[in-house]
């Protein structure tokens, strides 16, 4: 095999590893999820009642991001604890959505060549 195959390789498995992240963090309900942990480790109940959603819905979100290493979990009696398995998710998912939060403010100054939210979607 060449270097340019190696390369190749490479290359698709980042963008393939990406893709995978991003597809875990294209829910509303997982980034409101990572949001909520940002600031310590909560509950099933603490989650639910920052964010609406019900629980069977709330499980199956919190074990996906478990199952994809976004988040970590321990037991203490019958509660389970979610926290984030690293900051840098964390630092990702509020990076993205404070600039888009300044996109979509009125009147904000941000070029549309340099906005992450296309013009059909504001």
């Not at 999820?33 to 819905?57: M, R």
């Amino acid at each position: 095999m060449d270097a340019r195959m190696d390369k190749k390789s490479s290359a698709d498995q980042v963008f393939d590893s990406v893709a995978e992240l991003f597809a875990v963090l294209a829910t509303p309900i997982r980034l409101k999820i990572i949001s909520a942990v940002c600031q310590g480790e909560k509950n099933v109940s603490q989650l639910l009642s920052e964010i609406d959603t019900t629980q069977p819905n709330m499980s199956q979100h919190l074990s996906m991001l478990y199952r994809s290493g976004v988040l970590s979990k321990r037991r203490e009696g019958t509660q389970i604890y979610y926290r984030l398995q690293s900051e840098r998710v964390a630092m990702l998912c509020r990076s993205v959505c404070t600039q888009v939060a300044i996109e979509l403010e009125s009147g904000s100054d941000v070029a549309p060549q340099e906005r992450l939210v296309p013009a059909v979607m504001r």
